[in-house]
């Protein structure tokens, strides 16, 4: 009984780690920037291409201090400690989804 219990437990600390960026959905955000005019919408597809470059950078080192906090310490500790972009990534993907599509009806 008690490795079923320690088995849960280790699988629910895994379960609470930081995901790679790579398998974090995009935020549905279509139409959003429909009104935009095509050069802002240049300009601001160019900011969260960058934003995003920044945050997966960030949400790697959450996902690699997840593992090692879960290995080490059986704790997501960068997880815990709010570390983790996943929100705010899937924000940024979604955003330049919406404004590649925009750039797309743009010509």
Do not use: H, W
Request: hydrophobic share 45%; glycine share 14%; aromatic share 4%.
């Amino acid at each position: 009984m008690k490795r079923i219990a320690f088995l849960g437990f280790c699988l629910a600390m895994v379960g609470a780690c930081a995901q790679r960026p790579d398998a974090i959905p995009p935020v549905s955000m279509a139409g959003a920037y429909d009104g935009v005019t095509c050069r802002k919408a240049s300009e601001l597809l160019s900011g969260e291409r960058e934003k995003l470059i920044a945050l997966s950078k960030q949400q790697n080192s959450a996902a690699t201090g997840d593992a090692f906090g879960v290995l080490l310490l059986g704790v997501p500790l960068s997880s815990v400690g709010g570390g983790d972009k996943a929100g705010e990534i899937g924000s940024a993907k979604g955003k330049i989804v919406a404004l590649e599509n925009r750039m797309l009806r743009c010509g």
